[in-house]
């Protein structure tokens, strides 16, 4: 299993993070942006982990 994460919460990266978070073969899905408050909604939505930085 690999983990895999997500740069930047537009609509194609909300996309690969909800995509990659109902995948069975990925573990644990990590989603950063500069608005960090972007991710941490992505990361509510999905259940991926929030990066503070790259």
Request: net charge negative.
């Amino acid at each position: 299993m690999r983990d895999a994460g997500v740069i930047g919460c537009g609509v194609m990266g909300k996309n690969h993070v909800r995509v990659y978070s109902e995948l069975k073969e990925v573990g644990t899905t990590y989603v950063f942006d500069l608005d960090t408050k972007s991710a941490e909604e992505v990361a509510a939505y999905t259940g991926a982990e929030v990066c503070s930085s790259i």
